[in-house]
């Protein structure tokens, strides 16, 4: 199999700010999956959350910073390029427009996301563009909205292998080893003065301090545990 029907996988998010529960997980499916490469793509601005306390370009100096030692990982700032709301459709579309027809894709999402994957923009068209490889807990799957359900049952798929005989169309349910961290805990912990150190890289952490991010919070955050 030449490298050029490798899967290429894409992993979005607010990155706010990335931490190694982003960083395991897409480590364990570069490798799991024989993908050709994982690109992490911020988002400018979220479509489904409140928008970021850091700049969009300082979440991609993060990103940057986390990636960069470790090959196979790439810091994709297209989102950061548009106007408007960062919606997955236009970045897939974007992606296959750069890559081509036939190069296999994979958008890579946790489970909590998938869940919501039918409040999305443009959602049922997703597949046309892309497999969808769903990073799941050990254990049983939670139940899903009856309108995934049916939306998932064609387009199962079972293994990696199934990735590359095709450039999309296939879901993917995926077991990975899932940290608990959260950015919100990091942000928390950053705003009350004490450190999120051993949840994210050093060279983020340090760059957080430099630049003197996540200084505040809403003042409802309570001080982590």
Not at 8 to 33: C, K, N, V
Not at 62 to 78: C, K, S, W, Y
């Amino acid at each position: 199999m030449s490298m050029a029907s490798l899967p290429i996988g894409i992993l979005g998010g607010t990155f706010d700010p990335i931490h190694y529960g982003h960083l395991r997980s897409a480590l364990e499916l570069l490798g799991t999956l024989d993908l050709a490469e994982v690109r992490f793509v911020p988002c400018r601005i979220p479509a489904h959350r409140g928008t970021p306390l850091v700049t969009a370009d300082q979440r991609m100096a993060l990103v940057r910073l986390a990636t960069a030692d470790q090959p196979g990982f790439v810091a994709d700032d297209r989102e950061l390029l548009r106007d408007g709301p960062s919606y997955m459709f236009d970045t897939l579309l974007s992606l296959r427009e750069e890559f081509g027809d036939d190069a296999p894709l994979s958008l890579i999402v946790g489970t909590d996301a998938f869940r919501e994957l039918h409040t999305w923009h443009r959602w049922r068209e997703l597949t046309r563009l892309a497999h969808i490889v769903v990073m799941r807990r050990p254990g049983a799957l939670q139940s899903l909205p009856p309108v995934l359900e049916k939306f998932i049952a064609p387009r199962v798929i079972h293994d990696a292998f199934a990735l590359r005989q095709k450039p999309a169309g296939g879901i993917l349910f995926q077991p990975v080893t899932q940290l608990n961290i959260s950015a919100t805990q990091i942000r928390a912990l950053l705003a009350h003065g004490q450190s999120p150190r051993y949840l994210l890289p050093d060279a983020v952490l340090a760059c957080i301090h430099d630049r003197a991010l996540y200084r505040t919070q809403p003042l409802n955050t309570p001080v982590p545990a």
